[in-house]
Nanobody, 121 residues
Framework: QVQLVESGGGSVQAGGSLRLSCVAS?????MAWFRQVPGKEREGVAS????????SYADSVKGRFTISLDNAKDILYLQITSLKPEDTAMYYC?????????????????WGQGTQVTVSS
């Protein structure tokens, strides 16, 4: 069983920055960040493969979000810059052991409890 604990969310003004962290009990084949707002499906924003560090991003966050992985500490990060009100969501850390599209939630087996990001205009 993989345990994931997110932190770093908060309330910020548009244009601001945040760094989300996810402490993992173990790093798996692929790690990712998703976000969800009430009434909408969970959206994949960024993923990273543990072995080679290759990344994928949703078009809506490219150039503003950066995912990284500290393999020594088993911590996944998401650096968010130029925040927009539409970035407001609950952000979840996910860990996957199988293949498939890196930004689809069905391809991840383990999930954290989430950390809330709220962006005001």
């Amino acid at each position: 069983q993989v345990q994931l604990v997110e932190s770093g969310g908060g309330s910020v003004q548009a244009g601001g920055s945040l760094r989300l962290s996810c402490v993992a009990s173990v790093v798996t084949y692929r790690m990712a960040w998703f976000r969800q707002v009430p009434g909408k499906e969970r959206e994949g924003v960024a993923s990273i493969y543990a072995r080679d560090g290759s990344t994928s991003y949703a078009d809506s966050v490219k150039g503003r979000f950066t995912i990284s992985l500290d393999n020594a500490k088993d911590i996944l990060y998401l650096q968010i810059t130029s925040l927009k009100p539409e970035d407001t969501a609950m952000y979840y850390c996910a860990a996957g052991v199988s293949g498939g599209s890196p930004l689809l939630s069905i391809n991840y087996e383990y999930w954290g409890q989430g950390t809330q990001v709220t962006v005001s205009s």
